[in-house]
């Protein structure tokens, strides 16, 4: 069965860190470009970064250019968000997805397997 698996998610003040995880389980992730996204309350589903199969290849929203940094193990069949210099805006629930090609997009219309979400709420 093919499942992600997002974690990592939490509440953190204004300034902080997470790192959110991707893990990969009844496929390898190898072959595939990973996108994360994330959903506010009220608001459509948006494309925060994006890695090709290699790892050579990035793609980062504007609001998180400088702050987010993507990257994958391939050996962990895992994907990681580190997300820095985290403010309010950041807040919502964070997706994994894979997308068949291999070198990724922001667009989520892109994407086929996803994960089941992980919450991150930036609040003092």
């Known amino acids: 069965q093919l499942q992600l698996v997002e974690s990592g998610g939490g509440l953190v003040q204004p300034g902080g860190s997470l790192r959110l995880s991707c893990a990969a389980s009844?496929?390898?992730?190898?072959?595939?470009?990973i996108g994360w996204f994330r959903q506010a309350p009220g608001k459509e589903r948006e494309g925060v970064s994006c890695?090709?199969?290699?790892?050579?290849?990035?793609a980062y929203a504007d609001s998180v250019k400088g702050r987010f940094t993507i990257s994958r193990d391939n050996g962990k069949n895992t994907v990681y968000l580190q997300m820095n210099s985290l403010n309010s805006e950041d807040t919502g629930v964070y997706y994994c997805?894979?997308?068949?090609?291999?070198?990724?997009?922001?667009?989520?219309?892109?994407?086929?397997?996803w994960g089941q979400g992980t919450q991150v709420t930036v609040s003092s």
């Open positions: 009844g496929f390898t992730l190898d072959f595939y470009a």
């Open positions: 890695i090709g199969s290699s790892g050579g290849n990035t």
């Open positions: 997805a894979v997308e068949p090609g291999s070198s990724g997009s922001l667009n989520q219309y892109e994407y086929e397997y």
